[in-house]
Every structure is written in C-alpha cells, then in structure tokens.
C-alpha cells in the first residue's frame, strides 16, 4: 500500500477510534459512574426522555488526541463497563418530579407531566436529573418541546434517507455503522439543505421538529449526532434507535417496521394540533409503514416523500399502495432520486422558502456526486382524490415505476399547493 494511502486509513482509523471512545471519558461520579442522557421531546403537558446508567473504569490521564493507544485503551474501557440495573433516577421539570429505575440493560425512562408550562418562545429545555447515591450525581438532559411558532412535524427515516448506508444490503449497512466513521457516512446531496429548510419553515426560525428514525443501535447515538454537525443537518430528538439483540444464531436486525408504526402513531397523539411530513426511502417497510399512518390518520400528513435508492421492481406494488392511501387521503406523493425534487415540491406546498430549491441544488453542485441535471418530476394528478386514485389504479404509477421514472409526484389537483387542505 502507497505510505500516503496508509497515512490516511491510520488517520481515518484514529478519528473512528476517538469517536467510539469518547463516551467511555464522561464520568460523574466516583467509582466511574455514568449518566448518559440522549436528547427527548414533549409538548406542553407531558415530557419523555431515555438515558443510561453504567460504570466504568477510571480514565488515564488526558492524552492526545490521535494517540491511537489511548483510544484502543479508552475502547477497552467502554467494553468493560457495566451497566447498573435498579439504579434510581429523579427527574425534575416544569414544577414536577418523577422517580424512575433503571431496567436489566442499565437504560431509563422519564415520562413526566410539568405542573408549570413551559416557555412557549423556546424549544429546547434543560431536565435535571439525580442518580440517587451517596454522594448524588447530578446530570442534565434536554427536551424539544414545539416553539408557538412551529407549523409542522417532520418524522424522517435516517438509513438510506439521509445518509446512505445501504439498508437495502444487509453487510452494507453493517459496514457503514461500525466500520465507517461519522464522515464517511455520506450524506445525500442537498438533504442537509433541505432538512435545514423543513427546520425552519416557510417564514423562517419556526422550529420545526425534526423527529429522527432509525433501525441502529443506541451504541452508534455519538457517532449519529456527529454526523449530523459535520453536515449541519438539525439535530432533534433521535427518537427510535433500539437493542438489536444480536447473537450468534440472529447476527442481523430484527424487523422494525412494527415498532416504527407504534411510536410514529404515539408522536401523532402527542402532537395532536400539528400535521406532520413523513420522509423515508424505498428500500425496506417505510412506504408500508407510511401508508398504514396515513390510513389511519386522515387528514393528519401533508406529505410523504420516499427517496428513490431500490431498483428492485418488487416494491412497485408496496408503491402503489400508499400512493392509493396518500391520494384517497387528499394529500401528496413524491418519489423522488433526488433531494431537489423534493425541494421544489415543499417549496411549492408552502413548507419551505422559495429559495430553499436554489440552496438544495448548490450543495448537490458542491458535493463529490456527479453533477445531473434533476429531470423534471412526472405528476400524476386528477381533480379529486378519487379520480387521482382511478388514475393509478389504472396503471399511471406503474408506467412510470417501469419506466424508470425518477421523480414522480402523486397529488390531487385541488390540493392547490395548500398546505393541510
């Protein structure tokens, strides 16, 4: 190997290490005690949040930063650690507090109704938390809780929606997770633009939530959030990583799909004033997923946009179906290979500045993808739901599908481009 190639896979295998390592350095209390809590959400009247509790052994010294020994050591560390079951946590906000155990696994879980209202101009609030020792250790969570000037809900897919890591291969996916580091993790080109955009709305500084899925373990939680500052995508709440459970005899993930409908259908109830924006991709369960939401929930989605990364004609039909569910539903379908045009669809619906398309389309230029023009988007469209919905089951979608169509929007003409009609 070329000493300049080796350089850079010693460089990259250092950044990864520090990474994986990091979290092994955070203790607060004596005997190496943790507490590690991960961003949550609420709303005016309930709060929820997630965290971990564990000991580890003490740290060295402070060394430096690409000491590749120090990392391997602080590794060591981390995979030593022992998680503390039973332990008490106090949570206290907004007036109320609420004592809560941990589970086998070390993880808790605060549910907490304030008796105070929150400040309704911020978004994010500080929760204090005790682990009830002797002595106490003290650490702070914070919550996103919908700003008054907040107009929408964005529940997005990460794997494959995001950032590409292959979902649709299983060993690529595996590789992408635990091998790649947070910069390796390429995102779509222009996504960042565009979640910036969601974020903050058509009016600007609404604060949106932005509410993140994905299938991965909470081990890779650092990893995640790193990567969503080096690509300047807004970081909210990363809601839905799970336990894989792996082992010997099941080594993959377990399907999620389920799971997934659970709690995106527990985000409609706790956000039950606001509509929401569903984005995912084609490659696994999200057009399942999304058209069983959108069927149960009508009225309630302004738009669903699938990224377009599985050539596999056998999920044509998944297709099919929740365009049907979307267009009955009154609202819209974009299936889309690129992130501007989905840009110009919510620019058009009103969810996002005008510009926003401009902005989508200088970061895919600046971006190492190759440059393409993003071809014009084919919409099927009639003057009612119900006829959009004829036009499908007539074979429209599936000409397009087989045609390799890349940007296809599925809509109502008296939708108008109104956001919520």
Avoid at 140 to 148: G, L, N, S
Wanted: proline share 8%; with cysteine.
């Amino acid at each position: 190997m070329p000493p300049g190639r080796a350089r850079g896979w010693r460089r990259a295998a250092i950044r990864l290490l520090g990474l994986v390592a990091r979290p092994a350095r955070r203790a607060q209390g004596a005997e190496g005690v943790v507490v590690e809590p991960y961003r949550g959400y609420g709303s005016r009247e309930e709060i929820f949040l997630i965290g971990r509790v564990f000991r580890q052994s003490h740290a060295a010294p402070e060394a430096d930063p690409d000491d590749l020994r120090a990392h391997l050591r602080d590794i060591g560390r981390r995979i030593r650690r022992r998680k503390l079951a039973g332990a008490a946590i106090t949570a206290r906000f907004g007036g109320s507090t609420v004592r809560v155990a941990t589970d086998r696994d070390g993880y808790f879980r605060v549910h907490l109704r304030p008796r105070e209202r929150p400040d309704g101009a911020a978004a994010w609030h500080p929760v204090a938390l005790t682990l009830d020792t002797d002595p106490p250790v003290a650490a702070q969570a914070r919550v996103f809780i919908p700003p008054d000037r907040c107009r929408f809900v964005v529940i997005s897919d990460i794997d494959d929606t995001v950032m590409h890591t292959g979902v649709a291969n299983r060993l690529t996916m595996l590789w992408r997770l635990f091998v790649a580091d947070a910069q390796s993790r390429v995102a779509f080109p222009g996504a960042a633009a565009l979640y910036r955009a969601l974020h903050d709305g058509a009016a600007g500084a609404e604060q949106n939530p932005m509410l993140y899925v994905s299938r991965a373990p909470w081990g890779i939680y650092d990893m995640l959030t790193e990567f969503f500052r080096l690509h300047g995508i807004p970081i909210g709440p990363v809601l839905f990583l799970r336990e894989w459970g792996l082992s010997w005899r099941h080594p993959l993930p377990r399907r999620a799909e389920d799971h997934k409908r659970e709690l995106i259908d527990r985000m409609l109830a706790l956000y039950r004033d606001l509509p929401f924006v569903l984005i995912g991709d084609s490659g696994q369960h999200d057009p399942e997923v999304y058209a069983a939401i959108v069927g149960a929930h009508p009225g309630r989605v302004l738009a669903v946009y699938i990224r377009n990364v599985s050539p596999d004609p056998g999920r044509a039909s998944e297709i099919e179906r929740l365009a049907v569910t979307v267009a009955a539903a009154g609202s819209s379908l974009v299936l889309a290979a690129d992130s501007r045009a989905m840009a110009e669809h919510a620019a058009g619906l009103g969810l996002v500045a005008p510009e926003t398309v401009t902005a989508v389309a200088a970061e895919q230029a600046a971006s190492a993808a190759p440059a393409t023009a993003s071809p014009r988007a084919r919409r099927i469209a009639a003057p009612t739901p119900e006829a959009t919905v004829a036009s499908i089951e007539e074979g429209e979608l599936k000409q397009a599908l087989g045609e390799a169509v890349p940007n296809v929007v599925v809509e109502p003409d008296d939708r108008g481009g109104r956001p919520g009609s």
